[in-house]
């Protein structure tokens, strides 16, 4: 109850605290919300804060800024800070929006500028009358397989955050799509560390080169909506080292993440924000991470002093928990130090940001802009992945042959609303946005009549409609009342099929007329077994953002060719996938989900993780490695050969699966770990370097509690998609 009270207090996003959080020990001299007094007693104490030296880890924190002047500032800062003043920067000012934006004050006299943050994962998520872009949801931008482009996006989004008038970026969503109904499937790229991680690090890099800083969420094994605050996630230190840890540190290793968010889960009975073994000895230890972790917002703090000690430095979205900190320090529960070592962390990253030296304003010109628009269109394009096309009466039904096609019918739940994603926090409120039917329409222009048929039973008429269409196109799948985040949006997704009125249309449609093609929406996979053998073209479409409707129409018409990769296995039916379980307290996850665990039970999936195909065909044809003796620190180089042999210039992903041959331990078949995209011209061959860093081959040692590389054989596995991986080359480390 209280839950859902304090997340609809959220949603509203305004400034005025609808409830009074705890309070339990906190002075009440000091209101969160305001600017905090300076408390006469603790200003004139004598405080030395603990020396510093910047060390190398710090100066790559700091990037081009100069970090030696900026550590002493922060010395400095903490001897002048009143522990009024130090508590207040230690959580959020509001429990709701302030300007829009989710504030941490700063403290005017000392230039410390405080925090502004807005999410999200697929554009800035302002509510009305505020607008911006909405991007296509990050699971359909995996889908793309190209970070360059996913790059190019997060710098779009910065700059739309900038023009919020926000510091932070509330993004990327990085948990691993562990199961196709988690409710924030959406928000993710993949349910693969590697893949998942090139896209992050991309995501990571475009947002913070334009001065916005990114904060890697929800840390760690954050993949169920329904339970998400209360469940404890049980695993081996092997899987959470292999599967569900890589792809965050890869992001603060080749991007330098300058945030962290801490889960609402537990992990192996710890909640995330307690657990010293996450944010402590891995996150700081073993990674070196030296910018700061916030708490996930209203439920995700559940301690005072035993956080800050597991490494949670700010609690958001309002100082509650971290209230009692000063009393704490008073009561010599903790030390000023310890304190210190947070807002260390925050200064750091406020300072080294420069956001001192901005100013924050609202500029509404500056979002939604003509490039944005358009750039959202193509990660929509590039994300649409092409998964059957087969002839009828003799030829592809995709593209739509224009000079034949001269009326196309439109059916199907998704056919005319905005599906964008769900209405959870990172929910974006673009002004406008093109439906599939609009897009359709207005690409079909004068040469085919458009007709929409907006009934969920298809009458006599429209039966008649339907069979004298030139083409039938069924636009379904998910929508924001089936999944999306807990509390604040539908939780997670009730089953993997598709709801029987759907798919009653669909078979209705193909009795009537065999020129169907099904475009699926929705966050991740769906099962089509049951009713996809007779269909002959079909299409996986996200949620495709503001201009999901001309994208959809791009490829339909074949203005593009589709070049989108399944960023997720489509199995043939969710038995064959480990259990999803949103109910119960306490849920253990396995080594293998996704393509790996398919293959480790040999159950064929319907439509592979990496399949799609484009409108030309490609060979591969042959393989090389650079040497294939490695050791443990080289990079593993692969040359690739690959032949288009159609007609058409196509947009190819080589995948690079590594399979550790004679293993001592149990392994997945094969793991992906490099891929490379090219537009490949009709009948012309590119080679492609692939490289793996070997040190990337390494899996859990509980002998030595590290990550150890196995001495031995691996195969490289080269291929469109993980189900067909024709080069191979085998390669020894040493
Ligand atoms: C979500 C976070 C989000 C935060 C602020 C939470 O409910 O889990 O992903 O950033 O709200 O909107």
Redesign the pocket.
């Known amino acids: 109850m209280r839950t859902r009270f304090l ?1 609809s207090a ?1 949603t509203l996003g305004v400034a005025a605290c609808t409830t009074t959080p705890r309070t339990d020990d906190r002075d009440s001299a000091i209101d969160a919300s305001t600017d905090a007094p300076v408390e006469p007693m603790d200003s004139a104490r004598a405080y030395e804060p603990e020396p510093f030296a910047p060390t190398e880890r710090t100066r790559a924190y700091c990037g081009s800024a100069d970090d030696a002047v900026i550590e002493a500032r922060i010395t400095d800062a903490l001897r002048s800070l009143t522990r009024a003043e130090k508590r207040a920067l230690m959580g959020g000012a509001a429990l709701g929006r302030v300007e829009g934006v ?1 504030l941490v004050r700063g403290v005017a006299r000392l230039n410390v500028p405080g925090f502004r ?1 807005i ?2 994962p697929r554009g800035v ?1 302002v509510a009305p009358p505020h607008h911006a872009t909405a991007f296509p949801t990050a699971s359909l931008r995996g889908a793309s397989w190209d970070p360059s482009l996913e790059e190019r996006v997060a710098r779009a989004i910065a700059d739309e955050t900038r023009a919020m008038g926000a510091n932070v970026l ?2 990327p ?1 990085m948990n691993v799509l562990r199961h196709p109904r988690w409710g924030r499937a959406q ?1 993710t790229y993949s349910e693969d560390t590697w893949h998942m991680g090139s896209m992050a690090v991309a995501f990571v890099r475009g947002a913070q080169s334009r001065g916005v800083l990114t ?1 890697l ?2 840390f760690a094994a954050n993949s169920i909506e329904d339970t ?1 605050h209360t469940v404890d996630v049980q695993m081996d230190e092997r899987t959470l080292r292999e599967v569900y840890l890589p792809h965050f540190r890869r992001a603060i290793h080749e991007s330098n993440a300058a945030s962290v ?1 801490a889960g ?1 889960n537990q992990l192996n009975g710890r909640y995330c924000d307690l657990n010293g073994h996450l944010l402590t000895d891995i996150l700081r230890g073993e990674w070196g991470f030296e910018g700061f972790v916030m708490s ?3 439920l ?1 703090t559940h301690g005072s002093v035993e956080s800050v000690r597991a490494g949670l430095d700010l609690e ?2 309002v100082l509650n928990e971290y209230a009692a900190l000063s009393s704490a320090v008073s009561m010599g529960l903790i030390t000023e130090h310890e304190i210190d070592r947070s807002l260390r962390r925050m200064l750091r990253a406020q300072w080294c940001y420069g956001l001192d030296s901005r100013t924050y304003e609202n500029h509404p010109e500056l979002r939604e802009t003509a490039d944005t628009l358009a750039l959202a269109r193509e990660a929509a394009r590039r994300g649409i992945v092409l998964l059957k096309n087969e002839p009828v009466a003799g030829r592809a039904l995709l593209p739509l042959d224009t000079a034949t096609v001269r009326s196309i019918v439109v059916l199907g739940r998704a056919a005319n609303i905005a599906n964008i994603g769900d209405r ?3 929910a974006v409120s673009p002004s406008a946005t093109v439906t599939a039917l609009q897009g359709l329409t207005q690409r079909a222009g004068m040469s085919a009549t458009v007709t929409a048929i907006d009934a969920a039973t298809l009458s006599a008429a429209a039966r008649a409609q339907v069979r004298a269409a030139d083409v039938v196109i069924v636009v379904t799948g998910n929508v924001e009342r089936d999944e999306g ?4 949006a539908a939780g997670d997704r009730a089953s993997m099929e598709l709801p029987s009125e759907e798919t009653a249309l669909i078979r209705d449609a193909l009795a009537e007329n065999p020129r169907t093609v099904v475009v699926l929406e929705g966050g991740s996979a769906i099962t089509t077994a049951s009713w996809d053998a007779n269909v002959a073209a079909l299409l996986w479409a996200g949620y495709p953002g503001a201009r999901g409707g001309e994208a959809i129409a791009d490829i339909v018409f074949g203005d593009a060719a589709p070049s989108g990769r399944l960023p997720f296995s489509m199995p043939e039916s969710e038995g064959d996938l480990p259990a999803f379980d949103n109910a119960s307290a306490r849920v253990a996850y396995g080594y293998l989900h996704g393509y790996r665990h398919l293959q480790a039970t040999r159950r064929a999936p319907r439509y592979a993780f990496g399949f799609g195909l484009g409108y030309s065909a490609v060979s591969y044809e042959s393989i090389a490695v650079a040497s294939s003796a490695v050791s443990a620190t080289d990079v593993i180089e692969a040359r690739v050969t690959v032949r288009n042999t159609g007609a058409r210039s196509m947009r190819e992903t080589a995948q690079l699966y590594v399979a550790a041959m004679g293993s001592t331990i149990m392994r997945a078949p094969m793991d992906l770990r490099a891929f490379e995209q090219r537009e490949i011209a009709a009948g012309a061959s590119e080679t492609v370097t692939l490289r793996v860093p070997v040190s990337e081959l390494a899996v859990w040692d509980e002998g030595s509690r590290s990550m150890r590389v196995e001495p031995g054989t691996y195969e490289l596995r080269v291929g469109p998609d993980s189900e067909r991986t024709p080069l191979r080359a085998t390669i020894t480390v040493r």
Request: glycine share 14%; charged share 25%; net charge negative.
């Open positions: 997340f959220l989710w943050m999410d999200g998520a509330l993004a969503t928000e904060s969420k929800h998400r968010m609402y996930d917002w209203v995700g958001m979205p959870g926090s990172s985040e807990g509390e604040i």
